[in-house]
């Protein structure tokens, strides 16, 4: 019967169409992998001149000093010329692994370096910039070597320091503890009396963005430094999943509960973010004491809420020390800077190599840093902080990391991104008291 | 999976054979359009649909991290489904906002739609406010509803007096899955609202008007004959509904990003932090491929158990 086939087709045809519709979602998203063209593992030193490519953060207050950077290369140079591309933060991390893995890589592109730039350095992708470095000793020394290692995998240097300074230290409302009668603490125990009488004045004693994992990650780098040193960590990144069962880290998950037990980050912090109206916007209308983040914060309070910063109200100290914990209380933790790296197959590579190597230590480059708020890593800038608008914050965050015995780099970029995310997953079950602290050791040294 | 077909035709589709017999007389050439007219549609499904579903599958079987080639991993991939402890909640929440998400739209859906498609005064400006939510883009309504119920300045924080310290709603791990299905419920309604309009609206009137003279109440017609009459479209919009929950992403991405912790991980969101954040792309697309297993077994199950198939129109000769 032609009448059945008909119906028949008509019926496969549909089920097909709803292959289609389940597939299409789901798949899309898989499948928009660029096809693999692969490094040839050793990273080439050679590299042809030619124009290049720059890729870096959508950051309004330093696109002014990216761009300028970029036009005082192209004005000078007979190599060819650049130009910069911007991508906003979480796409950008994406967008960077897939082209990186394609012919349409950039020549020149932005980094957190540390395990993140790792990956790409395994994976051959990145330049060599060691015998550069070497060349030319007034590029070297321009930078803060502690930072400057930032980028050094493997004992080769694979990146230049191109923009501030970020270390992670405690922000707090001046307002709020003067009516509560807390004095900025420097202890652990002094943190948890602080905590005590704010909730007894009825504020939020912490702002925490708790929706966004890295926020919470703060807490327990700091808090894993203090206890156990930067060893313990860095048993970690080496490779040896074994490191998590150190004691230290579950007295620092422990401590963390101990915090949540207390209600120092209230009620609501599951589902506070950082980036629309979030913890920021809790400090700054005296709905809370203390703010542990990055030293972006400063800019962000100033375009938040101008007057909240320029009474004086925002104040800032470094972590508080832990008792009898392994850590230099003068260790910091967060983005030591981020890098410029050159890819390893660009074929511009030498115009892109003298790019970073003469514009990022520029003094131009470094006034335009400044005056953006940034705090640049590089060395003898201090009379140039002080005379800026910001000179308070500026030096301090400048003392601090030059000052730290170890800057460590945020976990979930120094980690290789799988376990980073598996251990951004567990960290949030901890302070949702869903996991314990032996728990948490557990499934990470898995 | 395909039933045999009934050599006997019922009354009703001897009519149609007969017609068809009338075609089978033209020339080959006039009866059926050659396969070529399908190349454009299946050349775009191919490209589309398969080769990515292809890809996928091969992906699945291999390990890479997005640099450099895929690895063959044979059943790596596999085997970690099974022992991974959080694509089998994810799986229970796919299930529960796929269960939950019909129970609530279909009713209400199925109720606005019977109404809209009748004649009331002002039927027309209130169809039109409903179908509002149908306008605006998924990230949008997410976000809106997002900064609706934030806890320190949303809503919530507005009726503190009367929510007491209860005002955590998106934080609130047993709360955040039923917050994102009545957002997802919010943003679907209209549309499956728009099918059994449409549907209700080819319900044959003469139907009413005989069941009136039999005495029939509006509540009478409504289980005799609308209900009946939107069998098909009921089929219809669970099937999309089914489909649409194994494959949400979006709306609870923007939401919740699948927090707090994982409360609200279902399935695809899971495939993409291991896909897009983890950047494990062989075991992210072993659980796209269950995705895609799931979603099919579901529909065709659902078209099974209606009688969706038969496809009988009650309405013929009307």
Redesign the interface.
């Given at each position: 019967?032609?009448?059945?086939g008909v119906?028949?087709r008509n019926?496969?045809r549909?089920?097909?169409a709803?292959?289609?519709?389940?597939?299409?979602?789901?798949?899309?998203?898989?499948?928009c992998?660029s096809g693999?063209d692969?490094?040839d593992g050793g990273a080439s030193t050679s590299g042809g001149t030619g124009d290049f490519k720059v890729w870096a953060l959508q950051d309004a207050a330093m696109q002014p000093a990216w761009k300028g950077a970029v036009d005082r290369f192209n004005s000078s140079s007979t190599t060819g010329k650049g130009t910069l591309e911007v991508f906003a933060n979480d796409p950008y991390k994406?967008k960077l692994?897939?082209a990186?893995?394609s012919p349409q890589a950039p020549d020149v592109f932005f980094n957190w370096g540390g395990g993140n730039l790792k990956?790409?350095v395994d994976?051959?992708?990145v330049r060599d910039l060691t015998a550069m470095l070497e060349a030319k000793p007034d590029v070297k020394s321009a930078f803060i070597p502690s930072v400057l290692d930032g980028a050094k995998i493997n004992g080769k240097y694979y990146g230049i320091p191109m923009r501030g300074m970020q270390p992670v230290f405690l922000y707090y409302n001046k307002k709020v503890l003067d009516k509560a009668g807390v004095t900025p603490p420097t202890t652990w125990d002094e943190l948890l009396a602080a905590v005590d009488s704010l909730k007894a004045a009825k504020v939020t004693p912490i702002a925490l963005a708790?929706?966004?994992a890295w926020t919470e990650l703060m807490w327990a780098e700091y808090l894993l430094d203090r206890v156990g040193g930067p060893e313990v960590f860095a048993k970690i990144v080496a490779g040896d999943k074994s490191g998590w069962k150190d004691p230290a880290v579950v007295t620092a998950m422990e401590m963390i509960q101990t915090l949540v037990d207390k209600g120092a980050f209230g009620?609501?912090?599951?589902?506070?973010g950082y980036d629309?109206?979030?913890a920021s916007?809790?400090l700054n209308q005296d709905?809370a004491g203390f703010h542990l983040m990055g030293s972006w914060e400063y800019v962000n309070q100033l375009g938040q809420n101008e007057k909240f910063v320029k009474d004086g109200n925002l104040g800032w100290i470094a972590f508080p020390s832990v008792a009898n914990g392994k850590g230099d209380p003068s260790n910091v933790v967060g983005n030591p800077t981020n890098y410029y790296a050159v890819s390893a197959t660009s074929k511009a590579g030498q115009t892109a190599e003298d790019f970073v190597a003469s514009q990022m230590k520029d003094p131009e480059y470094i006034k335009a840093l400044i005056e953006a708020g940034d705090v640049p890593a590089v060395t003898g800038v201090t009379e140039q902080l002080k005379a800026t608008d910001n000179a308070d914050h500026a030096m301090f965050v400048y003392d601090l990391a030059l000052n730290s015995k170890h800057f460590a780099l945020s976990w979930d970029q120094d980690l290789?991104?799988?376990d980073?995310?598996?251990m951004l997953?567990a960290l949030?079950?901890v302070f949702?008291k869903?996991m314990t602290p032996q728990e948490f050791a557990d499934t990470l040294a898995q | 999976m395909i039933p045999a077909i009934d050599p006997t035709p019922s009354p009703a589709r001897r009519a149609v054979g007969d017609r068809e017999e009338a075609v089978l007389q033209m020339s080959d050439h006039d009866r059926r359009p050659g396969a070529v007219w399908a190349l454009p549609a299946f050349l775009f499904f191919a490209a589309f649909a398969v080769l990515p579903m292809v890809l996928v599958l091969v992906l699945s079987f291999t390990s890479w991290n997005g640099l450099g080639d895929p690895q063959p991993a044979g059943m790596e991939n596999w085997q970690r489904l099974a022992k991974d402890d959080e694509l089998v909640a994810s799986l229970w929440r796919t299930l529960l906002v796929m269960v939950a998400s019909w129970a609530l739209q279909t009713p209400i859906a199925l109720g606005i739609g019977v109404w809209a498609a009748g004649k009331q005064r002002n039927r027309a400006v209130l169809s039109a406010l409903f179908f509002v939510p149908l306008l605006l883009s998924t990230p949008a309504i997410a976000l809106m509803w997002r900064t609706f119920l934030d806890a320190s300045f949303g809503l919530p924080n507005a009726l503190r007096g009367v929510l007491g310290d209860n005002t955590n709603l998106l934080g609130n791990p047993d709360l955040a899955i039923w917050i994102a299905v009545f957002v997802m419920s919010w943003q679907w309604i209209p549309f499956h609202t728009l099918l059994y309009q449409g549907a209700a609206r080819g319900v044959p009137v003469v139907l009413y008007e005989a069941s009136v003279i039999d005495g029939a109440g509006r509540w009478r017609q409504f289980w005799s004959i609308t209900l009946p009459q939107l069998r098909y479209t009921i089929v219809t919009s669970t099937i999309l509904m089914l489909v649409g929950s194994v494959t949400t992403f979006d709306a609870i991405l923007v939401l919740t990003e699948g927090g707090p912790g994982t409360a609200t991980r279902i399935l695809p969101l899971h495939m993409y932090f291991m896909g897009f954040t983890g950047y494990e792309m062989g075991y992210a697309s072993a659980v796209a491929v269950l995705i895609v297993v799931l979603g099919t077994a579901m529909s065709l199950a659902a078209v099974r158990l209606s009688g969706f198939r038969a496809m009988q129109s009650q309405s013929e000769g009307l």
């Open positions: 019967m032609i009448g059945s119906t028949y019926r496969r549909r089920a097909l709803v292959v289609a519709m389940a597939a299409t979602a789901g798949l899309l998203l898989t499948a992998d693999g692969d490094g994406q692994r897939v990186l893995g990956e790409y994976a051959g992708k708790g929706s966004q009620k609501d912090y599951a589902s506070v629309v109206g979030g916007t809790i709905r290789p991104a799988a980073a995310q598996k997953t949030q079950k949702l869903e | -």
